[in-house]
T-cell receptor
Framework: AQSVTQPDIHITVSEGASLELRCNYS??????LFWYVQSPGQGLQLLLKYFSGDTLVQGIKGFEAEFKRSQSSFNLRKPSVHWSDAAEYFCAVGAVRDQFYFGTGTSLTVIP | NAGVTQTPKFRVLKTGQSMTLLCAQDMNHEYMYWYRQDPGMGLRLIHYSVGEGTTAKGEVPDGYNVSRLKKQNFLLGLESAAPSQTSVYFC???????????FGSGTRLTVV
């Protein structure tokens, strides 16, 4: 069955520190992979997406993610976190003719 | 550049009442989706549409109906609201060539 796991419910980092949010998936075919960010009271905004090709993808706001097929992972990273990055982050997986499946989210707190 | 617009933004219903949530997109997208977001459960797909006049069930369709009479609009109906339908509802759309979703800002529904 298709599923997305975000093992970390909540992460706290200091401003300026590096960040890695984990995402593992289970999917029968080659998936399309996404990371979304949700600020409080807002809808979800697409950060980046992976379809094929280079396994390291760059997104908006300085985020990047790496697809590792052998580990069924698509972890999100940022070298230096800003206070404005505090939000909830969702990983999603899907295919062209299928629905997309979302993880349960990771809430990020940034401390000064 | 409105994107995806959801109305209303907030609503309180009494158990047994009915209502319709409207989603409108101005991007000429083929695919439209209704999700509900509950704490600790991420986003769960209620119903979706792959084009005008088509609808399909998602992961949690019970208690909801949908219609896509016009390409730009996707309506979600609750015929007899129950407290379990208290949630934040998100509409999303995408084109058939770009698989990243565009989300609306959500409707917060409380059923008492």
């Amino acid at each position: 069955a298709q599923s997305v796991t975000q093992p970390d419910i909540h992460i706290t980092v200091s401003e300026g520190a590096s960040l890695e949010l984990r995402c593992n998936y289970s999917y029968g075919a080659t998936p399309y992979l996404f990371w979304y960010v949700q600020s409080p009271g807002q809808g979800l905004q697409l950060l980046l997406k992976y379809f094929s090709g280079d396994t390291l993808v760059q997104g908006i706001k300085g985020f990047e993610a790496e697809f590792k097929r052998s580990q069924s992972s698509f972890n999100l990273r940022k070298p230096s976190v800003h206070w404005s990055d505090a939000a909830e982050y969702f990983c999603a997986v899907g295919a062209v003719r299928d629905q997309f499946y979302f993880g349960t989210g990771t809430s990020l707190t940034v401390i000064p | 550049n409105a994107g995806v617009t959801q109305t209303p933004k907030f609503r309180v219903l009494k158990t047994g009442q009915s209502m319709t949530l409207l989603c409108a997109q101005d991007m000429n997208h083929e695919y439209m989706y209704w999700y509900r977001q509950d704490p600790g459960m991420g986003l769960r797909l209620i119903h979706y549409s792959v084009g005008e006049g088509t609808t399909a069930k998602g992961e949690v369709p019970d208690g909801y109906n949908v219609s896509r009479l016009k390409k730009q609009n996707f309506l979600l109906g609750l015929e007899s609201a129950a407290p379990s339908q208290t949630s934040v509802y998100f509409c999303a759309s995408r084109s058939d060539r770009d698989y990243g979703y565009t989300f609306g800002s959500g409707t917060r529904l409380t059923v008492v």
